[in-house]
C-alpha cells in the first residue's frame, strides 16, 4: 500500500528578528539538509497553532529574545509499505538521517492510491 506520511519537526533558530526570518531560515536549513541525503522530494511547509481565545489559525513561527521556534511539517510519499507503522517508520527513518537531533512526531498518515 502507500501513504501519505506528515510528520511534524520543531526547528530552533539563534539570532533571528522576525517571525518571517524565522520562517524563510527554517524552511531554508531543514531544505538544505534534506538535499543532502537525496530527499528533495519531501515537501516542507509551515505548521499552523491554533489560537486559544478565537480558535484561528496561524503560523507556527515564535520569537522571543532573538530565539525563533518555527513548527514544519514534511510531506513525504512511501510508496509499497506493509501498513501504516511500515510507512511511518520509512519515513522517520529516512527525514531522521538529514534532521539528526531534531524530534520528529507524526501528524498524519493517509493512504494513497497510485
Known amino acids: ?6 510528520l511534524e ?3 530552533v533558530l539563534k539570532n533571528v528578528g522576525s517571525r518571517d526570518d524565522a520562517t524563510n531560515i527554517a524552511i531554508s536549513t ?15 511547509e509551515i505548521g499552523a497553532s491554533q489560537c ?17 521556534l518555527v513548527g514544519i511539517y514534511l510531506s513525504m510519499k512511501v510508496f509499497t509499505a506493509e501498513n501504516k507503522t511500515h510507512a511511518e517508520n ?6 531522521g538521517r538529514a534532521l539528526k537531533d531534531v524530534p ?8 494513497i492510491k497510485r
Open 1 to 6: 500500500m502507500n501513504y501519505l506520511v506528515v
Open 9 to 11: 519537526v520543531p526547528i
Open 30 to 44: 531543514v531544505g538544505k539538509k534534506l538535499k543532502k541525503v537525496n530527499l528533495e522530494y519531501v515537501k516542507i
Open 52 to 68: 486559544p481565545k478565537c480558535s484561528g489559525l496561524f503560523n507556527s513561527a515564535f520569537v522571543v529574545g532573538k530565539i525563533g
Open 90 to 95: 520509512i519515513a522517520k527513518s529516512a527525514i
Open 104 to 111: 520528529l512526531k507524526t501528524f498524519d498518515i493517509t493512504p
